[in-house]
């Protein structure tokens, strides 16, 4: 099946750094969406976007939808302990998340 | 919360066992989905529902059927369980234009 290259799987960074995290694709998709995942739970969603070149923000989240359709952009400022978890990319075909196809994750690790 | 409930929220059980997860939503959803989650793999889509008795596979359904017979209600059904399908199983929904909410999984062990 399709599949999604997610980068980089897994950072180390000190609290207060900036952190990028990206999703490539072979195929075109017409929505990108972020979740992040705490341990124990289920994901959580934490941006959509809709439109090639878009760039959204949710506090000090960014992403952005590539201008190609084939990648996606995750950016996180000022990271704070409650950022660790695992984040997922995930394109979108059409209506109906049975055509979602998930990246295979970025476990971010925060040292205060 | 989405209003996804799924049950239980671990079990182990034994190879050759049949084994049923269920996922309850209070949201009228028209899609239901069941994942499973597993190192590597990221998440991956075992059936889904598109309304009451209507289901399809997904990516990885081989030893997995699931019902849906009301709205609310759709369960995984495992007829004999495998090694191999010891994972962690995350139901989601998601309404006709909107993206998909995920219940918080069942740790499956089969021993």
């Known amino acids: 099946g399709q599949q999604l290259n997610q980068n980089p799987q897994s950072m180390f960074i000190q609290e207060g750094e900036d952190v990028s995290m990206n999703c490539t694709s072979s195929?075109?998709?017409?929505?990108w969406l972020w979740y992040k995942q705490d341990p124990g739970e289920g994901p959580v969603l934490l941006i959509a976007?809709?439109?090639?070149?878009e760039l959204t923000s949710n506090g000090r989240l960014t992403a952005q939808f590539g201008i190609t359709r084939k990648d996606s952009f995750l950016n996180i400022s000022a990271s704070i302990p409650s950022d660790v978890g695992i984040y997922f990319c995930?394109?979108?075909?059409?209506?109906?998340?049975?055509?979602?196809?998930f990246g295979q994750g970025t476990r971010l690790t925060i040292n205060p | 919360d989405a209003g996804i409930t799924q049950s239980p929220r671990h079990k182990v059980t034994e190879t050759g066992t049949p084994v049923t997860l269920r996922c309850h939503q209070t949201?009228?959803?028209?899609?239901m989905y069941w994942y499973r989650q597993d190192p590597g793999h990221g998440l991956r889509l075992i059936h889904y529902?598109?309304?009451?008795?209507?289901?399809d596979k997904g990516e990885v359904s081989d030893g997995y059927s699931v019902s849906r017979s009301k709205t609310e209600d759709f369960l995984l059904t495992l007829e004999s369980a495998t090694s191999s399908q010891t994972s962690v199983y995350f139901c989601?929904?998601?309404?006709?234009?909107?993206?998909?909410?995920f219940g918080q999984g069942t740790r499956l062990t089969v021993v």
């Open positions: 529902s598109y309304g009451v008795k209507d289901t």
């Open positions: 989601a929904i998601s309404g006709d234009y909107t993206e998909a909410f």
């Open positions: 949201e009228n959803h028209r899609y």
């Open positions: 995930a394109g979108q075909l059409g209506q109906g998340a049975q055509k979602l196809v």
């Open positions: 976007l809709y439109k090639a070149g």
């Open positions: 195929s075109i998709f017409n929505t």
